[in-house]
């Protein structure tokens, strides 16, 4: 299993702040999973001015696409690809997510068949499900 810093996914994605929504990888299986952290702060600037800040759940779903690019791209085949959001088969949300939350994102790859690929992922703050999603990947 691999571990990922922000600036190694940096090299993977083409996303940069505010963009970047995950923190790092705590564990990666190129083609068949990947597990992230994506630290919620109050800092962020979609928070200004909010009394109650909740993280929006397109936010989270983004995050769990961003997680799966990862386990995509790290597969000799699409190193120096763009993987791109390619939709949501199914998404439920179980509870919001706040500022000083932790997310722990998880995206497990079912199939990839050339240039699409799709997966099971699930969001979770302190080990309690917050999202669960059946998302798909194309690559470019």
Do not use: N, W
Request: charged share 25%; hydrophobic share 45%.
């Amino acid at each position: 299993m691999m571990k990922l810093s922000s600036a190694e996914i940096k090299k993977i994605l083409p996303h940069r702040y505010p963009l970047l929504l995950i923190d790092r990888i705590e564990e990666l299986e190129p083609g068949k999973s990947a597990r992230a952290l994506r630290c919620v702060t109050e800092h962020e600037a979609l928070f200004a001015g909010q009394e109650l800040a909740v993280l929006p759940e397109t936010l989270i779903i983004e995050s769990l696409a961003q997680t799966g690019a990862c386990a995509l791209l790290t597969l000799p085949e699409f190193v120096g690809k763009t993987a791109y959001f390619g939709g949501i088969k199914a998404a439920e949300f179980m509870c919001p997510v706040y500022p000083g939350d932790v997310l722990e994102l998880e995206v497990k790859l079912e199939k990839i068949k050339s240039s699409i690929g799709s997966g099971k992922a699930t969001a979770k703050v302190a080990g309690q499900v917050v999202c669960l999603a059946e998302l798909t990947f194309m690559i470019g």
